[in-house]
């Protein structure tokens, strides 16, 4: 099945923004996944530096990031994957969405975070700590319209500790790159 860019999330300022900080937080010798890949690009550039594994639930964005080099998984979000991993990154759906403007597609897996834009951050929220070193880190990207205080109180019900990196204004909304570290 040739991919069908269409239904690939294409990078975009918050693509570019997640890299910026993961550019930064990345190590020699770490151990990567980047969950959602989409096009690859931040996976195939943290490969410079550090072995990275990726996923996608895509079909499209798993051949696409594949064409580009990048060592990629089909499945849903921690689905098949087994760590320990020293760095996770995920740019989740996070858009809130209502059930009546969900267009059923491939690229909606990228876009469609739920009635509250939390609801894959959630499930995210509710497995990492399987697949996180003890001393790992998460960068995860959320939005102001995801809800900043939700999102940093869903992590501390799973015993972690967020901190805004990064944030930059896009328009009507501000874009949030969270360090999320376990509490020893």
Not at 12 to 39: F, H, Q, W
Not at 91 to 101: A, H, K, R
Not at 145 to 168: R, S, W
Request: charged content about 25%; some cysteine; overall charge negative.
């Amino acid at each position: 099945m040739p991919h069908d860019l269409s239904q690939v999330y294409q990078p975009e300022a918050d693509t570019y923004l997640l890299l910026d900080v993961a550019m930064m937080e990345v190590k020699p010798g770490d151990r990567v996944l980047e969950i959602g890949t989409g096009s690859g690009l931040i996976s195939r550039e943290l490969a410079r530096v550090t072995e990275v594994t990726a996923t996608d639930i895509n079909p499209h964005a798993v051949l696409c990031a594949r064409a580009s080099g990048v060592d990629v998984v089909r499945g849903n979000l921690f689905a098949g994957i087994r760590g320990p991993f020293d760095l996770i990154l995920f740019n989740p759906p996070y858009l809130p969405t209502q059930p009546e403007e969900r267009i059923d597609d491939w690229l909606e897996y990228a876009l469609d975070g739920g009635e509250s834009g939390r609801v894959v951050i959630e499930l995210f929220a509710a497995d990492v700590g399987r697949v996180l070193a003890p001393r790992g880190r998460i960068l995860l990207l959320i939005s102001s319209l995801t809800g900043l205080m939700e999102v940093n109180e869903l992590f501390l019900g799973y015993g972690f500790a967020t901190g805004v990196v990064k944030e930059e204004i896009i328009e009507d909304e501000v874009l949030y790159v969270l360090r999320i570290i376990p509490v020893l």
